[in-house]
């Protein structure tokens, strides 16, 4: 399976996609941030794994098999999305909404704040 790998002047806007057989979503990358979420209703939140693997978010399925009306179904997916190349493998979260939406982010990295220490000079006046 290959994963979507942005070049380095990419920035995406945010895109609705079909992810694979029964999964359907939307995602937006730029060179620090990256937001999707995935439609995964037909799974239970002990079916759900969400990993970062290297510079990869790795979002697995998998549902043991069960009846429906056609006999008997078993599902399963993985779908693996490259980190922004600025972005930190340690602030990839990860949400299950009540409706079966997953959403996996990464939030752009907080500006660095960096204080000077204040030099006070005397003058002498004549």
């Known amino acids: 399976m ?16 079909h992810f ?13 941030s990256f937001s999707a979420t995935l439609d ?3 799974y ?20 043991p098999e069960k009846a429906d009306e056609l006999g008997l ?16 493998p340690e602030s990839v979260s990860s949400n299950l909404s009540s409706d079966g939406l997953l959403t996996v982010q990464v939030l752009p990295p907080k500006p660095k704040v960096r204080f000077l220490s204040l030099k006070t000079l005397l003058v002498k006046l004549p």
């Open 2 to 17: 290959s994963s979507f790998q942005p070049s380095s002047s990419f920035i995406m806007s945010p895109h609705n996609y």
């Open 20 to 32: 694979g057989s029964s999964t359907s979503g939307s995602f937006h990358a730029s060179d620090d």
């Open 40 to 42: 995964v209703g037909a």
């Open 44 to 63: 239970a939140p002990e079916d759900l794994k969400v990993s970062v693997v290297g510079r990869h978010i790795v979002i697995e399925a998998k549902h």
């Open 73 to 88: 179904i078993e599902r399963s997916f993985t779908r693996k999305f490259v980190l922004p190349k600025n972005a930190d």
